[in-house]
C-alpha cells in the first residue's frame, strides 16, 4: 500500500501504525475485495448513483480532474456533466444549491475542497439546511452529503488553512449529523448510508487516509449512522478515538499485547449522534479511559467523550481519565512544526503505561 508521510513514531523497524492488516472488518468467507479508502468512498457514490437518479455530484474541479485527491475520478466519464457538475469557486454557492436541489427531491453529494473552506457556506449548513426541517415543522427534508477532506499531516506543508479537524464544529449544530470514517470498509458503509438519509450529513475523509487499503465486500451492505464500532477487544484499558488517531490505537495495541496488557480500541465513527452506549458500556468493562482525538484539545471531542464516560462509568473507574489531541494552535508550515501538533504513537503508549499504574 502507499504509505502516508505522516508516520507516528519510530517503534522498531516499520511502525505497525503504518500497516493495514491491524484492522480487518469483514468476516472470513465473505467475497471482498482490497480497496484503497478513496476507491471505497468512489464506489460508494456510483452505486448509490447507479440506484437512485436523483443522486448527483457538485463541486469544484469534481469532473475530469476528479477533485483535489481524485476520489471522484472516472464518475464525470461514467455519469456525465449533468450529474458529476463542476461548480465555481463558490463554497457558499455549492451549499446554497445542494440545499435547494434537496428541497425540491434531489439528494445531492456537495465537495468542498478542504473543511477549512466551509466556513465561507456556515450560513448556508448552520442556518439553512440544518435549521429548515425544524423550522417549517417537518414539512421539509434536506437530504444532502457535504463531503469534506480534513486533518494534517500530508507532507506537503499545507498549513494553517488546509489542515484542520473541524468536527466539533459542525457536531455542535443540532440538525447535522457528522460522520468520519476510519477504514475503506466504513467509508463505503458509512456514505451509502449518508447518501440515503432524509438529513444533512457532514461526511469528513481525513487526507492521511485516502492511500490505506482493506478488504472490502463484494455484496452491498450499509452501515448504521449513530454506532460506534469496537475495532479491538480488551480488558485493560479503553481507548476511545476518530479518524487517523484510531490507527494509532490499533498500532499501540497490537505493541503492548506483548507486555500483557490488554487493550479495547472504539472508533468513534459518528461524531453525532454518538453512540454513547458503547463508549460508557466499554470503559465500564475495562476501568481505564484514555481519548484520541486529532482535532483541538481545547474545546474538542475528547472532552465530551471523556464526560459520557465519567457520567455512565464513573463507579468503575480505576484511574483517572487521560486525553490526548491536536495543540490549541494553528498548525504550522514548516514540517517539523506541524509534526508536533498531534498525538503520535508514543504519545499513546505513554498515555496507556500511565494509566497501567493504577
Known amino acids: 500500500m502507499t504509505t ?4 507516528a513514531v519510530s517503534l522498531g523497524a516499520k511502525s505497525p501504525v503504518m500497516s493495514s492488516d491491524l484492522i480487518v472488518q469483514v468476516p472470513a468467507g465473505t467475497p471482498a475485495t482490497e480497496k484503497t479508502m478513496a476507491e471505497a468512498i468512489r464506489e460508494a457514490l456510483a452505486e448509490e448513483m447507479e440506484r437512485d437518479p436523483r443522486v448527483f455530484l457538485l463541486g469544484e474541479d469534481i469532473g475530469k480532474h476528479g477533485g483535489a485527491f481524485g476520489v471522484t475520478r472516472t464518475l464525470f466519464d461514467r455519469f456525465g456533466p449533468e450529474r458529476v457538475r463542476n ?23 456537495a465537495e468542498i475542497m478542504f473543511v477549512d473552506f466551509s466556513g ?36 506537503k506543508s499545507t498549513a494553517a488553512q488546509h489542515s484542520q479537524s473541524l468536527e466539533v464544529w459542525y457536531a455542535h449544530i443540532p440538525g ?42 463484494e455484496e452491498e451492505y450499509v452501515l448504521p449512522i449513530g454506532k460506534c464500532d469496537v475495532k479491538r477487544e480488551g480488558s485493560d484499558v479503553t481507548v476511545v478515538a476518530s479518524g487517523y488517531m484510531v490507527w494509532h490505537a490499533m498500532a499501540v495495541a497490537q505493541l503492548l499485547e506483548p507486555e500483557g496488557v490488554s487493550v479495547e480500541v472504539v472508533d468513534v465513527r ?14 465500564r468493562k475495562t476501568g481505564r479511559l484514555l481519548v484520541v482525538a486529532e482535532a483541538s484539545r481545547s474545546y474538542g471531542p475528547t472532552g465530551e467523550w471523556a464526560m459520557v464516560a465519567m457520567e455512565q462509568a464513573f463507579d468503575y473507574l480505576k484511574a483517572p481519565i487521560q486525553r490526548l489531541a491536536g495543540r490549541f494552535s494553528p498548525v504550522p508550515f514548516a514540517d517539523s512544526l506541524e509534526n508536533g501538533m498531534w498525538p503520535t504513537t508514543a504519545d499513546v503508549v505513554g498515555a496507556i503505561h500511565n494509566l497501567m499504574q493504577y
Request: hydrophobic share 45%.
Open 270 to 283: 459518528t461524531v453525532s449522534p454518538l453512540d454513547e452506549e458503547t463508549i460508557g458500556a466499554s470503559t
Open 176 to 217: 447535522l449529523k457528522v460522520l468520519l470514517p476510519s477504514t475503506p470498509y466504513d467509508a463505503k458503509g458509512l456514505l451509502k448510508a449518508a447518501i440515503r438519509d432524509d438529513n444533512p450529513v457532514i461526511f469528513l475523509e481525513h487526507k492521511l487516509l485516502y492511500s490505506f487499503k482493506g478488504l472490502v465486500p
Open 120 to 155: 465561507l457556506a456556515m450560513d448556508q449548513i448552520a442556518n439553512q439546511a440544518a435549521k429548515l426541517h425544524l423550522m417549517t415543522g417537518g414539512q421539509a427534508r434536506v437530504p444532502w452529503v457535504l463531503r469534506m477532506p480534513q486533518g494534517g499531516g500530508a507532507g
Open 4 to 7: 502516508p508521510t505522516r508516520d
Open 87 to 109: 461548480t465555481p469557486i463558490s463554497e457558499n454557492s455549492i451549499v446554497g444549491a445542494a440545499t435547494g436541489a434537496a428541497l425540491v427531491g434531489m439528494r445531492p453529494v
